[in-house]
């Protein structure tokens, strides 16, 4: 299990994260946000939400920056 984390942390590291012109973050990049908070934490269980949100908010503040 410990090789399959170290994986998904180098996939996830090397993934941009690809946004729509002129929308707002999808499910699926904000999950994939929250999986890396996750990972770089250590995935501890039990933060699940605090990481969503999280991505969320990166997510948001990144499209508002970027419209300027």
């Known amino acids: 299990m410990k090789k399959t984390r170290?994986?998904?942390a180098q996939t996830t590291q090397e993934s941009p994260t690809?946004?729509?012109a002129g929308g707002?973050?999808?499910p699926e990049e904000i999950q994939q946000r929250a999986?890396?908070?996750d990972l770089a934490?250590?995935?501890?269980d039990g933060r699940d939400l605090d990481d969503w949100l999280q991505a969320e908010?990166?997510?948001?503040a990144a499209k508002d920056?970027?419209?300027f």
């Open 6 to 8: 170290q994986k998904a």
């Open 18 to 20: 690809v946004r729509p």
């Open 24 to 26: 707002t973050a999808t």
């Open 35 to 37: 999986h890396q908070l």
């Open 41 to 44: 934490r250590g995935a501890a």
């Open 57 to 60: 908010r990166e997510l948001k």
């Open 65 to 67: 920056a970027s419209a």
